[in-house]
């Protein structure tokens, strides 16, 4: 099995920042992509930006944050500069995952991690 952990959500004023962390840990092979996806109150679930050899960012953060990844610790970083209150909403790690034990991947979803951008 595989769980990923997403940590470093918090409270912070327009214009900060903050650093997401997504760790996955279990039986893994190998890992080919793992992304950011948002949930703020009463809307879906979106998708914020990927990383797969190269990156790819939503429209509404392209230039303010950075997804980066640090493979041999199987850690997804999202950097996330002047943030603004329409950034509030729930963070959440995903990843496509091979196991030591398939030669499939199978997709896993973090718990999420509350961002709240206000004053």
């Known amino acids: 099995q595989v769980q990923l952990v997403e940590s470093g959500g918090g409270l912070v004023q327009p214009g900060g920042s903050l650093r997401l962390s997504c760790v996955a840990s279990g039986s893994i092979f190998t890992i080919s992509v793992m992304l950011w996806y948002r949930q703020a109150p009463g809307k879906q679930r979106e998708w914020v930006a990927t990383?797969?050899?190269?990156?790819s960012y939503a429209d509404s953060v392209k230039g303010r944050f950075t997804i980066s990844r640090d493979s041999a610790r199987d850690t997804v970083y999202l950097q996330m500069n002047n943030l603004k209150p329409e950034d509030t909403a729930v963070y959440y790690c995903?990843?496509?995952?091979?196991?030591?034990?398939?030669?499939?991947?199978?997709?896993?979803w973090g718990q999420g991690t509350q961002v709240t951008v206000s004053s």
């Open positions: 990383s797969a050899g190269s990156t």
């Open positions: 995903n990843a496509n995952v091979r196991s030591a034990a398939s030669y499939s991947y199978q997709n896993y």
